[in-house]
T-cell receptor, first 113, second 117 residues
Framework: GNSVTQMEGPVTLSEEAFLTINCTYT??????LFWYVQYPGEGLQLLLK?????DKGSNKGFEATYRKETTSFHLEKGSVQVSDSAVYFCALRPRQAGTALIFGKGTTLSVSS | SAVISQKPSRDICQRGTSLTIQCQVDSQVTMMFWYRQQPGQSLTLIATANQGSEATYESGFVIDKFPISRPNLTFSTLTVSNMSPEDSSIYLC??????????????FGEGSRLTVL
């Protein structure tokens, strides 16, 4: 079946530190991959996406590369800010038409100044 | 993109009662989904709301407990029936627009936070 596994949180960093949140997936065929972010008290927002192998999604200084060989889509940012404190969800969309997204459990990031 | 409005944004309910959540989208959308996010947990798909026909439910969710309507391409409702404290959760409406059909991304409402006493 299809599934997403994220690293356990919470992740606690100081401002300007390097961030990596690991995400691996299991899927039939080649899914599309996404990172969503949920800021405190807000709804889910799409952060970035990649639809095929070796694609790199990027937004707001965050990056993730679709690695077919390792079935991974790790989220990285070179220098985090306090405003990046949120819950981050990795998700996949199977190739079958009409399917919803399958989400990982989420990783809470807390950045202190 | 799509702007999604959910009502109510939050509510406190008594055990045994039912509550209907409304989801209104600012444009016609092809796919609408209902998710549940229990405290500290990830999002779990409840069902796909199909326009003009019965919703398609995921394993562990049944129509009697979570009846869904979708009368047109911009609106859907989810009812949580005969609630118990275990139903305390955030319920999220999400949509896929035609522009996202190739990339598959979903847009989310801000959710309806239900607390059942």
């Amino acid at each position: 079946g299809n599934s997403v596994t994220q690293m356990e949180g919470p992740v606690t960093l100081s401002e300007e530190a390097f961030l990596t949140i690991n995400c691996t997936y299991t899927a039939t065929g080649y899914p599309s991959l996404f990172w969503y972010v949920q800021y405190p008290g807000e709804g889910l927002q799409l952060l970035l996406k990649a639809t095929k192998a070796d694609d790199k999604g990027s937004n707001k200084g965050f990056e993730a590369t679709y690695r077919k060989e390792t079935t991974s889509f790790h989220l990285e940012k070179g220098s985090v800010q306090v405003s990046d404190s949120a819950v981050y969800f990795c998700a996949l969309r199977p190739r079958q038409a009409g399917t919803a997204l399958i989400f990982g459990k989420g990783t809470t990031l807390s950045v202190s100044s | 993109s799509a702007v999604i409005s959910q009502k109510p944004s939050r509510d406190i309910c008594q055990r045994g009662t039912s509550l209907t959540i409304q989801c209104q989208v600012d444009s016609q959308v092809t796919m609408m989904f209902w998710y549940r996010q229990q405290p500290g947990q990830s999002l779990t798909l409840i069902a796909t709301a199909n326009q003009g026909s019965e919703a398609t439910y995921e394993s562990g969710f049944v129509i009697d407990k979570f009846p869904i309507s979708r009368p047109n391409l911009t609106f859907s409702t989810l009812t949580v029936s005969n609630m118990s404290p275990e139903d305390s959760s955030i319920y999220l409406c999400s949509v896929r627009t035609s522009g996202g059909a190739n990339t598959g991304e979903l847009f989310f409402g801000e959710g309806s936070r239900l607390t059942v006493l």
